[in-house]
């Protein structure tokens, strides 16, 4: 079982703390410092299947050498803001990295490991596309 901590530090600023001590400061746009906590949902769906792609390529022998994954999240416009559609854009690097291996990573990600997809997914529609970079230093 996953346990978290809250803890408001001051105005409106909270830190978070997850069950190994790690932590992110959390606040309202105004506060100018930290995560709006809304837009945290969507970078920890982006964290999740990040983990997974990563594993499931490096399983098929193609390492990455950068992932970037740009996630956007169209909310309702009533009180409370429900995401009623998330995409995910995948930007990729890495040598031999074929789109049917990335597209395969992905869509088990998203469909059979990611917890947080598996969460989110009967509220919001969730889409996703993704780019093969050039592997070559920028």
Known sequence: MGTTTVRWIGGKQFVGIDSTQ???VLSTPDEGVGMKPSELLL???GGCTAVDVVEILQ?????????????????DTHNPWPYR???????????????QSVEQAIRLSEEKYCSVAATVRGVAEIS???EI?????E
């Not at 399983?59 to 909310?75: C, D």
């Not at 970079?133 to 230093?137: C, G």
């Open 128 to 130: 996703y596309s993704f």
């Open 85 to 99: 559609k998330i995409h995910l854009l995948y930007r990729l690097r890495g040598q031999n990295l074929d789109a």
């Open 59 to 75: 399983k098929k022998r193609m390492p990455l050498t950068s992932l970037e994954i740009e996630v956007s999240g169209e909310q």
């Open 133 to 137: 970079l050039d592997d070559q230093p």
């Open 43 to 45: 970078v920890a769906l």
């Open 22 to 24: 790690h932590s992110v």
